[in-house]
């Protein structure tokens, strides 16, 4: 039996994301095609978990709603997730704002659209290619604009646990299992909010050959990271995080109506959030399977919908949400790997 030929690791993705200096036009190509391979893949699970739930549902009846549901309600539910994304936008450009760095505003938000192509790396950690592209134009060391979008992803976090809880709290339904999916989701943030475990990892690992890049990337992120560590930066992003997070919510409500229910927004809320939360607590790449799992029940259980038609609407709702935002994201990641390829000495911006 012939041996399999072993895999170079510098042929990765995330080696040319991290090591290389300069990108050249065949490495381009290579990374191109790996982002539309991930893409293609993403979509043959997600296909596979929309076919389970349809045929638990029936799946003639289910495509049958999908198929009459009024599609200019159903389009609404895109929208009011993209003004989502813009309003989001708006807490991203405040973190750069609080660590001076200054990109044109078009340019950086097609970098910060493309962070939703990562959604189903697990913890999303695949966002850290979003902080590569700030570093290729910017030419700030990627430690240093990598608490931009931790922050980004810690305050999500934030936001979605407490929309989840005032839900649950209101509607007073399903309150254990939300506070304890919101303590899991929020908990894993404290080890990229405080050096607390990087001075125990440093201790460790002292006598090992990885401690000098670890201690120079590692100081480098927490100083830049203190600077956003703030009650009063915290604050400031929820006021755009829960807007956003209401946004987001409301693809639910509108996939409802389009297919002729009559939710109430305060309830669309509890069942998407709910279902988020639950989903967070597997750990699982953008919560595949569970939340639509839970989604499905919520909307029998809450709204008292048949099986036919709240698979219906999960499948819609899940395709307004996580794959549209995985499609519109993974155009914009294609679009923003040419600023990989970006000579040393070009610059588009000043940094103050």
């Not at 649950?168 to 894993?188: D, E, R, W």
């Not at 939340?291 to 219906?312: E, F, K, N, R, Y």
């Not at 923003?336 to 390829?341: A, E, G, I």
Request: charged share 15%; glycine share 6%.
């Amino acid at each position: 039996m012939a041996l399999l030929k072993k895999k170079d690791p510098k042929e990765s993705f995330w080696y040319t994301a991290v090591h290389r200096k300069t990108v050249s036009s065949e490495e381009y190509k290579k990374s191109v095609n790996k982002v539309i391979t991930i893409v293609l893949l993403v979509f043959a699970v997600s296909f596979v978990v929309f076919l389970a739930i349809a045929v638990l549902g029936g799946i003639t009846n289910v495509i049958s709603i999908m198929t009459h549901s009024n599609l200019e309600l159903y389009g609404l539910a895109f929208l009011f997730v993209f003004l989502g994304y813009v309003v989001s936008f708006g807490k991203w450009t405040f973190f750069m704002k609080k660590l001076n760095i200054k990109v044109p505003i078009l340019k950086n938000f097609a970098v910060y659209m493309s962070m939703y192509s990562m959604e189903l790396t697990p913890g999303r950690i695949g966002r850290v290619i979003c902080a590569y592209t700030l570093h290729r134009i910017t030419r700030v060391p990627i430690m240093k604009v990598a608490p931009i979008v931790t922050m980004d992803l810690v305050t999500d976090f934030f936001g979605a646990a407490v929309v989840a809880v005032i839900g649950a709290v209101y509607f007073n339904k399903f309150v254990a299992i939300v506070l304890l999916g919101a303590v899991i989701s929020v908990l894993p943030t404290i080890f990229v909010l405080n050096d607390w475990f990087f001075r125990l990892l440093k201790k460790l690992l002292k006598k090992t050959k990885y401690i000098p890049a670890m201690t120079l990337f590692g100081n480098q992120y927490f100083r830049t990271q203190h600077k956003l560590n703030k009650p009063s930066v915290y604050l400031t992003a929820m006021v755009f995080t829960i807007p956003s997070a209401l946004l987001y919510a409301m693809a639910l409500y509108f996939t409802l109506l389009a297919i002729g229910a009559a939710p109430s927004v305060s309830g669309s809320v509890l069942i998407y959030y709910s279902s988020n939360i639950i989903g967070t607590m597997t750990g699982l790449p953008g919560n595949v399977g569970v939340t639509d799992g839970a989604m499905v029940a919520m909307l029998q259980g809450i709204l008292h919908l048949s099986i036919p038609a709240s698979s219906a609407v999960t499948i819609m709702t899940r395709i307004a949400t996580l794959w549209f935002g995985l499609v519109l994201g993974g155009i914009f990641l294609l679009y923003t790997l040419r600023f990989w390829k970006l000579r040393v000495g070009e610059r588009w911006i000043q940094i103050t």
